[in-house]
């Protein structure tokens, strides 16, 4: 699984013009699973997420995590994380996993952060959205479960 974690301000996500999805504080999830990926990687996932420090302490030195700022997670699908452009200038989504079991592990990750005390906003899977944040710092960190090297 790829996870982009972009520290926000804040964020909300739209379907046909209906917010479905608003957070203030905290990070917006970009997640994409790949055929390879299983339960294993949705709670690796879980807990570098819950335990990533990003946010700054008081003397600005980025120490705190998501819980010790009481912020909120708004987790969108996007299978195009994992975009093959090797070939030629039009992506190819090969990798992506397939819609069940991405839509699958997609919502085991919410609810595994759920359970670790986080208020998870979602949007909807397999849905045009239109995704609106406001990243702080900027900050935006990768996290591959395959790949942990990033």
Request: glycine share 8%; with cysteine.
């Amino acid at each position: 699984m790829r996870v982009i974690i972009q520290k926000v301000s804040q964020g909300r996500v739209e379907i046909a013009g209906q917010v479905v999805g608003s957070i203030n504080q905290g990070f917006v999830l970009l997640v994409g699973v790949c055929q390879e990926d299983s339960e294993e990687d949705v709670q690796y996932l879980a807990r570098k997420i819950s335990k990533m420090r990003i946010f700054e302490d008081k003397d600005g030195k980025t120490n705190l995590d998501l819980a010790a700022v009481e912020g909120q997670i708004l987790s969108i699908s996007q299978f195009t994380l994992y975009a093959n452009t090797k070939k030629g200038n039009r992506p190819s989504f090969t990798r992506a996993g397939n819609p069940e079991l991405a839509e699958s592990l997609y919502l085991k990750l919410n609810q595994s952060l759920r359970d670790l005390g986080f208020d998870v906003e979602e949007g909807k899977f397999g849905a045009d959205m239109q995704v609106y944040l406001v990243n702080d710092g900027p900050m935006t960190i990768i996290l591959d479960s395959q790949n942990k090297d990033l």
